[in-house]
């Protein structure tokens, strides 16, 4: 019922900048945080950066001072920007939601895009 589209992903030499982009869409009444998570090959998932619907913002301490999470509220959307990019920092990205849906009894979901790849060389 709740559908994240990313976008933005790619391949960057060590150094450089991404942007990713994630549009949620569905029988979405209200939306609360809004995330990415990476995972690599070999590793858990991991939480990346995440935001609240009042702004506030959480980084894992890896990506502080390079990574840059926003989102825009009237677009249901959230972005990533990357910078000083690191091969470490190579991984799938995933966003994350999670609010309530129109449906009776406003249920709440959890919802997770399909991913797209990051790769930085050295």
């Known amino acids: 019922q709740v559908q994240l589209a990313e976008s933005g992903g790619g391949l960057v030499q060590a150094g450089g900048s991404l942007k990713l982009s994630c549009a949620a869409s569905?029988?979405?009444?209200?939306?609360?945080?809004m995330g990415w998570y990476r995972q690599a090959p070999g590793k858990q998932r991991e939480l990346v950066a995440q935001?609240?619907?009042?702004?506030?913002?959480n980084y894992a301490d890896s990506v502080k001072g390079r990574f840059t999470i926003s989102r825009d509220n009237a677009k249901r959307s959230v972005y990533l920007q990357m910078t000083s990019l690191k091969p470490e920092d190579t991984a799938v990205y995933y966003c994350?939601?999670?609010?309530?849906?129109?449906?009776?009894?406003?249920?709440?979901?959890?919802?997770w895009g399909q991913g797209t790849q990051v790769t930085v060389s050295s």
């Open positions: 935001v609240t619907s009042g702004g506030s913002t």
């Open positions: 994350n939601a999670d609010g309530t849906l129109w449906s009776r009894g406003r249920p709440g979901f959890d919802s």
């Open positions: 569905g029988s979405i009444f209200s939306l609360n945080a």
